[in-house]
């Protein structure tokens, strides 16, 4: 379903073909450009945000080509960033995730599981 917000942007000029944000979003893999293939992906699948949820790229099709704007990469990048609140303090250890695992196993065990 394509959003109203992306229609707009795309009649007031502010679309792009999927090769053109590509050229635009930083590499993160090793000085390698990010490929039309994976902005495809994250149109077509999306990506797992920070609460488990899908989030899929914003994109139209338009004479058989996808078609997304600068705004609706800002919302996809905005949508997978956790805010403060959604943010653990901190990482758990090894052991202490261990510890944990191995506190919960008891605690089922007490409850005849």
Do not use: H, N
């Amino acid at each position: 379903m394509v959003s109203e917000t992306l229609l707009q942007e795309i009649e007031a000029g502010q679309g792009e073909y999927l090769t053109q944000a590509a050229r635009r979003i930083p590499s993160v893999r090793q000085g390698k450009r990010t490929t039309l293939s994976c902005i495809l992906r994250w149109v077509l699948k999306g990506v797992r945000g920070p609460d488990g949820q899908r989030i899929k790229l914003e994109a139209a099709r338009l004479a058989g080509k996808w078609i997304t704007s600068a705004a609706a990469v800002r919302r996809f990048v905005a949508a997978q960033t956790p805010r403060d609140s959604d943010m653990p303090v901190a990482p758990r250890t090894p052991r202490q995730a261990l510890r944990a695992a191995e506190q919960a196993g008891k605690r089922l065990a007490a409850m005849g599981s």
